[in-house]
């Protein structure tokens, strides 16, 4: 397994949770880095993304309270997830992105209720 997401679970509406994904990946920090989620009933979304060179883009849904970081020296990405609505329910996936190629994790599920 390549990428390990971790740090899902639950919380109530308002809270806060941080996701991160470990690479096993050569040359990690070359590779754009992205997270995505998948609602029930929904397709599968670009939540957030950063590049090699550390510019973050955000959807719509998310600015101003989600956070997008890396750290190279820890083969790491993070997702800092704050004022959580309940609408944020998914599975969150972490991916390498451009360009690298495309490579999924497995996922960490997210209620807010």
């Known amino acids: 397994v390549q990428l390990v997401e971790s740090g899902g679970g639950s919380v109530q509406a308002g809270g806060s949770l941080k996701l991160s994904c470990r690479y096993n990946i050569f040359r990690f920090s070359n590779c754009g880095m992205d997270w995505f989620r998948q609602a029930p009933g929904k397709e599968r979304e670009l939540v957030s993304g950063i590049s090699a060179g550390g510019t973050t883009t955000y959807a719509d849904s998310v600015k101003g309270r989600f956070t997008i970081t890396r750290d190279n020296a820890k083969s790491s990405l993070y997702l800092q997830m704050n004022s959580l609505k309940t609408e944020d329910t998914a599975v969150y996936y972490c991916?390498?992105?451009?360009?690298?190629?495309?490579?999924w994790g497995q996922g960490t599920q997210d209620t807010v209720s």
């Open positions: 991916a390498s992105s451009h360009p690298c190629v495309r490579v």
